[in-house]
């Protein structure tokens, strides 16, 4: 009983409480590849920790819609961590562990941050918004797709159940293969990480993310750098325990729930690492180059469905 | 108690109560307000009628069949068929048109004295009262002359607004439309009359049968023909963006939510009632012109910024998604799986109930700014969430509704769709296989682009700062609209939470048909949870909405009285770069799907045009006025429009000839005329 409480507020603060972290250890692994030292990788929790204490400053423009979208944002990212799975394949909180429910779900922080940007009538904010939901337009059906070529092969569309079955073992390797590079794809798009977007910049030609939030300050701008703290690591998740389900656990055990704890720590070091390597050997794309890329995510995953007997 | 509500007295109330609230409109023509009134008081006790009739005939699962009247002509009689799926339309009808007359009161205010009120009344009441008895008619004959009736009482509401040019021409297109796809309609129920020998649904029927396997065909491409027109699917689309903003705007709300489900309704009476059984292509036909619909609707949207146009092409969108419902359903049902055809039908029902709902919601949002600002193009609005807060709300939960945000009702009824296909790609085979596929890609996509697409229409709308004067004249519209508004938007959060109940419902109504009499639900309830297959796939949405408030209600509690709590908020400008902001460097409708309309621009085909008008013109160093002119070509209306109009145009020229104006040649004519008909009578 005991750990089951445990296991339950573990799948609900896990992503929150380690998201700033992933961060962190990416920008540290990017510093040490451009030869710089590189801040701590606590530095995000200061970082939030300092927003959180600083004023604000909110524009003369700005409707209720831009005070409330950094709860809605982060809500959302708090509500779709706790209903994947993150270390244990049966601690399904919410019930909404569909993969539609998610992807929907997350939807509506995209809508909110969007309508945020524009909400302030600056020049900035309206074209990251409509960069933002171009990216999100067409990133949409790659998601889908990847997500339900492992269900189709796991016989659910819960993700739950899918990183119940091992994809590896069963034959699959092929169309798995496929699904899980796409899946990559939307990550990097979802997540606004290089080729896509440029998370460390404040250019105005490249920037996507970084547009829309420019208004917010103080406590709202900790809410919105957390909230895409935490989608990285809800895509991380969704990556490594739909198509690397091991060292999931499977029923309440201490020494079970530790071992996977352990694993998808690992897990998500590793992701980490791919992804800092990524964006120090590769540029950001053109934007009118980035649709091919997400086109080939869902005809990544077309085949991946038609190969499956 | 009940007993009486079923029984035909409160529907045949209904009807004439309509009657009366469109004669009496017309009586009372000469008091604007006095017309109104009375119009819209018959049409929302007319409502009430059909609804609680309805409502109980849906629950009850009754069949009610009576005729009015005794009739010597032959053929045609005034006979009626109620059964679960009809009771399921009037119920849609009559709950849309219940809000909307309400919205009609206060909205109708702003054409007095411009236009006669008494004939809006009139129309307005005909046109609901068409519907009605196209959703209930039961004999070929009668329901043409009801859809008639609909068809030419929409057509008087399209060009009400005569003043502007543009009504005129958009309602003679839908005329004109509207009759080809009425043709179409009559000689698919001329085939079948001559096969089954009769008009009434039912001896149609049971006489089935007796029709070839080609007829049927022909019968299916020409009811696809006829009600896609009025159901507004690509390619047979073309008169409906012109037509639905040209209406006033409770008018479009009930053409645009209900109007085209009609279509549908007839459909799944044709397909799954009268002709039944049918071959697997049709159902795949179907997906294919679902996938086309959504995903050209939707991408025709996001090139408008008429808010009212771009409304009615996401109508075009819906009723593509509608027809992935149907299509799948077929399919199944074809293929001898009728649990899963149930899942189908019963998701294409849903979404139709939620369209309506959502649809009608946006319409109504959208008239209540144009009513404020008069102006229809997006470009001149914004910042009017500060103008008008409650429709800003409204519209919010209808975009988030359309957008298949949860836990708005749009998401449940995509999600069974989705769960139909996804079944249709895990269990069939082979081109089967590749067209749900193709399906459920375009369901994706469409999802993507019609979320793009409401955040353009609700930002460009309501956010940022006003564009043009017009805004800022711009007050909170009257109760009766917000009333309207209101109710609409609740629907649209209860469906979404009851949307277990719903399920249920619809699955009746859909097991009320002969086709899916013997199919075992697929669907069921366990708790709040909502399970479709064996586990296949599962969804709350109470739990989710439950966990999110509570979830967010700490978010806020925690970051706003807890961490640093004498935070100080100041209110200061947007960051300007060190220049004037002004209202000109917002992202404009245009501007913000401009990157979409790039990367299809394979299938949009936008141009642009630049135009530079100088001081000095031979120089040309000191421009005067530039103007861009953007657009999008409408590929239908050059590939396909354009050249059946040359065609005609051509053979009429060519037939012409025989017209020579010589008496003594058209003796000849009505000569050889006789002969031929002497000889073909000999030659039996």
């Known amino acids: 009983m005991e750990i089951d409480i445990i296991v339950w507020i573990l799948q609900i603060i896990l992503v929150p409480v380690t998201a700033p972290l992933c961060v962190g250890i990416i920008r540290k692994i990017k510093a040490k590849l451009q030869n710089r030292r590189g801040a701590g990788i606590f530095q995000p929790y200061r970082d939030l920790w300092k927003l959180f204490h600083k004023d604000e400053v909110i524009s003369k423009d700005a409707s209720w819609i831009f005070r409330c979208a950094p709860y809605i944002v982060f809500t959302v990212t708090i509500v779709v961590g706790a209903s994947i799975p993150l270390f244990a394949s049966y601690s399904d909180v919410t019930g909404s562990g569909n993969l539609l429910v998610i992807i929907y779900t997350l939807a509506i922080g995209t809508f909110f941050l969007a309508l945020a940007g524009i909400d302030i009538g600056g020049a900035f904010g309206g074209f990251g918004s409509s960069r933002e939901m171009t990216m999100a337009a067409l990133a949409e059906g790659g998601f889908i797709f990847s997500l339900l070529t492992v269900g189709i092969i796991s016989g659910s569309t819960d993700l739950f159940a899918i990183s119940q079955n091992g994809l590896i073992q069963q034959g699959y390797l092929l169309p798995s293969t496929l699904a899980f590079l796409g899946l990559c794809i939307v990550l990097l798009a979802e997540t606004a990480r290089f080729p896509f977007d440029n998370p460390a910049t404040h250019l105005e030609l490249t920037m996507i993310h970084e547009a829309m939030i420019l208004e917010y300050s103080g406590k709202k701008l900790a809410l919105m750098e957390w909230a895409s703290a935490n989608k990285l690591l809800i895509f991380i998740a969704l990556a490594s325990n739909l198509f690397f389900p091991f060292g999931l656990a499977q029923h309440a055990d201490s020494g079970a729930v530790l071992v996977a704890l352990a694993v998808f720590a690992v897990k998500t070091i590793i992701f980490c690492l791919v992804i800092a390597l990524l964006e120090s050997f590769i540029a950001k794309f053109r934007f009118f180059r980035l649709p091919d890329l997400l086109m080939i995510a869902f005809i990544f995953n077309v085949v991946a469905i038609i190969l499956i007997h | ?684």
């Open chain 2, 1 to 684: 108690m009940i007993d009486v509500i079923i029984s035909q007295i409160i529907f045949i109330a209904s009807l004439l109560c309509f009657t009366v609230g469109g004669i009496g409109a017309l009586l009372l023509r000469k008091n604007d307000a006095i017309a109104n009134i009375w119009s819209n008081f018959f049409a929302i006790l007319a409502s009430l009628f059909g609804l609680s009739f309805a409502a109980l005939a849906v629950m009850s699962g009754g069949d009610t069949s009576f005729s009015i009247g005794a009739f010597s002509l032959p053929f045609f009689s005034l006979s009626f068929h109620i059964d679960q799926l009809s009771a399921f339309f009037i119920f849609i009808i009559s709950l849309i048109s219940l809000f909307c007359s309400v919205y009609a009161i206060g909205y109708v205010k702003h054409f007095y004295k411009k236009y006669d009120i008494g004939v809006l009344g009139f129309f307005y009441n005909m046109f609901i009262l068409g519907m009605l008895l196209v959703a209930s008619s039961s004999n070929w004959l009668f329901f043409l002359v009801a859809w008639e009736i609909m068809s030419i009482a929409s057509y008087f509401l399209v060009i009400y607004d005569r003043h502007d040019q543009n009504n005129v021409r958009a309602g003679f297109l839908y005329l004109i439309m509207t009759h080809v796809g009425t043709a179409f309609i009559i000689l698919a129920a001329l085939l079948l009359y001559k096969f089954t020998g009769s008009f009434d649904f039912a001896s149609i029927q049971s006489a089935s049968l007796l029709i070839p396997a080609p007829i049927k065909n022909i019968i299916f491409i020409f009811a696809i023909i006829g009600f896609g027109t009025k159901s507004g699917i690509i390619p047979f689309h073309i008169w409906l963006p012109d037509a639905h903003p040209a209406a006033p705007s409770h008018v479009s709300a009930l053409m645009s939510g209900v109007m085209i489900k009609t279509g549908i309704y007839m459909m799944i009476r044709i397909f799954l009632y009268m002709i039944w059984p049918v071959p697997v292509w049709w159902g795949l036909a179907l997906l294919v012109l679902g996938s086309v619909s959504s995903l050209l609707g939707v991408l025709y949207a996001l090139t408008e910024h008429d808010i009212k146009r771009l409304l009615a092409y996401h109508s075009i969108e819906n009723i593509g998604i509608i027809l992935l419902g149907l299509g799948s359903a077929l399919t199944f049902l074809s293929l001898g799986m009728p649990s899963l055809a149930l899942l189908g039908f019963t998701a294409a029902l849903f979404h139709t109930l939620n369209h309506a709902i959502f649809k009608s919601l946006l319409f109504l949002g959208a008239g209540s700014v144009i009513s404020q600002t008069h102006t229809r193009n997006m470009e001149e609005y914004g910042g009017l969430i500060k103008y008008m807060p409650y429709t800003a709300l409204f519209f919010l939960i209808g975009s988030m509704a359309i957008s298949a945000l949860p836990p708005f009702n749009g998401f449940f009824s995509e999600w069974l769709t989705f769960q139909s296909l996804f079944a249709g790609i895990t269990l069939l085979s082979f081109y089967e296989k590749w067209i749900f596929i193709l399906a459920s890609g375009s369901l994706a996509f469409t999802g993507g682009l019609a979320l793009a697409c409401f955040v353009k229409a609700f930002g460009a709308t309501f956010l940022a700062r006003p564009r043009s004067s017009h805004v800022s004249h711009a007050k909170e519209s009257s109760l009766s609209l917000r009333i309207g508004m209101a109710s609409l938007a609740l629907l649209c959060l209860l469906l979404g939470i009851g949307s277990g109940v719903m399920t249920v419902v619809l699955e009746g109504v859909g097991k009320n048909m002969a086709v899916f009499k013997n199919a075992a639900s697929v669907v069921s309830l366990s708790g709040q949870h909502i399970v479709v297959g064996k586990n296949f796939a599962s969804v709350s949405l109470p739990l989710l909405a439950l966990f999110f408030m509570v979830t967010g209600g700490l978010v806020i509690y925690i970051t706003k009285f807890i961490i640093n709590k004498h935070q100080k908020v100041e209110n200061n400008i947007t960051w300007d770069c060190g220049t004037d902001l002004t209202e000109r460097m917002e992202i404009t409708a245009t501007g913000f799907s401009r990157s979409i309309i790039l990367i299809f621009r394979g299938i949009l085909r936008p141009s642009i045009q630049h135009d530079i008008q100088y001081h000095d013109a031979q120089s040309r160093y000191l421009p005067k006025s530039r103007t861009v002119i953007l657009k999008v070509h409408d590929v239908y209306r050059y590939y396909f429009y354009q050249p059946l109009h040359l065609a005609v145009n051509a053979v009429s020229s060519r037939v012409k000839n025989i017209q020579s104006g010589n008496t003594n040649a058209y003796i000849l004519y009505i000569f050889i005329a006789l002969i031929i008909t002497l000889l073909s009578v000999l030659w039996k």
